[in-house]
């Protein structure tokens, strides 16, 4: 299977903010009995150092100095392994 990928994105001021994501309850499957890839994850970190877990798909409005952290899934495999 592939890498997911980390991505956060700091706000310099406030902002509404909409994600759009896939992934984040069911891992992605893989091909001809591969395992499954890691499901993906979105957080809201506050600038006061609190993080809350986003649903998959949400709108918000964040303040200056939160960022959102987004974990995107990684690829199912192929071969023989099955998903769990």
């Avoid at 506050?46 to 100095?65: Q, Y």
């Amino acid at each position: 299977g592939g890498d997911g990928l980390v991505r956060e994105v700091r706000f310099l001021r406030p902002a509404k903010v909409s994600i759009i994501s896939e992934r984040r309850v069911r891992a992605p499957y893989g091909l001809v009995g591969g395992g499954c890839g890691r499901k993906g994850k979105n957080l809201l970190k506050k600038a006061d150092g609190t993080t809350r877990k986003l649903g998959h798909r949400v709108f918000l409005e964040v303040e200056r100095g939160d960022s959102i952290v987004i974990e995107t899934p990684g690829g199912g495999g192929y071969g023989r392994k099955a998903c769990d």
